[in-house]
């Protein structure tokens, strides 16, 4: 530990208060015993699907697509994904299907 | 409590994904802070009250620096700004929560928003009670896998190499079902071209914040289009 105890926790309070602050500033912005704004309800039902492709990218953000093994290993698994999930729209089917595509790529012919 | 156990069972089957990543990530997180000589105990208290999955890998790093809590604070605003997004999705959600809204906005993780925004409750259940049983149970795999993993550390060798991938799953499966679900694809479209382009021009430790500008911006310009796309 380079830090002291009471150091180490007042950084872990700290972080803890500002992740509250970042989740809890909208709701204390806009609460619910006064009319949301329309351009915040707009963006309430747009933002959904925005940020679903957000968080699909935000995963993939480590991926190089100039060194081995370029991205192939991930693009196999989100195919799998993505055809089990057209094929029989089992949710859990196809997560579990494409993650045990990806782990045994990555742990046999790409490790 | 009948109620409450029923309420979890119903919401279970919708979070097992979210168990799988959260145990595995979870135990990633305590051996990594148990290997900065952090016991379990610290990692159990950071997974109960900081409660954000890449936030504390951050965090592990921080507590190896030298002590600046300002410069905490403000790397974790930084970290977790994509949340006050999430926030904004949720207002309809979650108003009406009563009791319930303060641990729902607590407990608002990446994997936790994406199950709420997805999953419909089942016709027989409480749509609040639903919500609260999903966010629990998150944490609940989230506290329980770094505990396990700052308390068995090394002695845990199953090869669970690729194992993350199970998040960059979910979030495909969601996006996908989303797509499919709406006839309007603009939205989804915008998220990721806009964060693709992000991420070529500033890279995987910046592009989240100008991604979440420049979404919401895009968003913004094409407000009339969007919107009477989705009324034909």
């Known amino acids: ?111 | 409590m009948q109620q409450k156990t029923k309420g979890l069972k119903a919401a279970f089957p919708y979070t097992i994904p979210i168990m799988t990543g959260y145990l595995f990530l979870g135990m990633a997180f305590g051996i990594l802070l148990n290997s900065k000589g952090y016991h379990f105990g610290w990692a159990v208290l950071m997974s109960i009250f900081i409660y954000a999955g890449s936030m504390q890998f951050v965090a592990v790093n921080l507590l190896t620096l030298a002590f600046n809590p300002l410069n905490a604070f403000l790397i974790t605003l930084m970290v977790n700004a994509r949340h006050l997004f999430y926030g904004l999705s949720m207002l309809g959600k979650f108003k009406g929560t009563g009791n319930k809204k303060p641990y729902l906005i607590f407990g608002l993780t990446d994997e936790t928003y994406s199950i709420l925004c997805s999953a419909e409750p089942p016709e027989s259940m409480d749509k609040n009670g639903f919500m609260f049983s999903v966010t629990i149970l998150n944490q609940f795999y989230w506290v329980a896998g770094s505990a396990a993993g700052a308390l068995l550390g090394a002695v845990f060798t199953f090869n669970a190499k690729g194992i993350d991938f199970v998040m960059t799953a979910l979030f495909v499966v969601i996006f996908v079902s989303q797509w499919q679900s709406q006839k309007k694809h603009a939205p989804a479209a915008i998220g990721i071209a806009v964060s693709v382009t992000c991420l070529l021009i500033f890279g995987p430790d910046h592009f989240i914040i100008p991604a979440m500008g420049l979404i919401t911006l895009v968003l913004t310009v094409f407000k009339k289009h969007i919107e009477t796309e989705a009324q034909t």
Not at chain 1, 28 to 42: G, Q, S, W
Not at chain 1, 70 to 86: H, K
Not at chain 1, 89 to 100: C, E, P, Q, V
């Open chain 1, 1 to 111: 530990m380079t830090l002291t105890s009471h150091q180490s926790l007042i950084t872990v309070l700290v972080i803890a208060a500002a992740t509250i602050l970042t989740r809890a500033l909208p709701f204390a912005l806009f609460p619910d015993n006064r009319e949301t704004p329309k351009y915040i309800v707009y963006l309430g039902q747009v933002l959904p699907y925005a940020l679903m492709g957000f968080l699909v990218v935000y995963c993939l953000k480590g991926i190089s697509l100039i060194s081995s093994p370029f991205g192939i290993p991930e693009a196999i698994g989100i195919i799998c994904v993505v055809f089990l999930y057209l094929w029989r729209k089992n949710i859990l089917l196809s997560i579990a299907g494409g993650t045990m595509a990806y782990m045994v790529l990555v742990q046999t012919v790409f490790s």
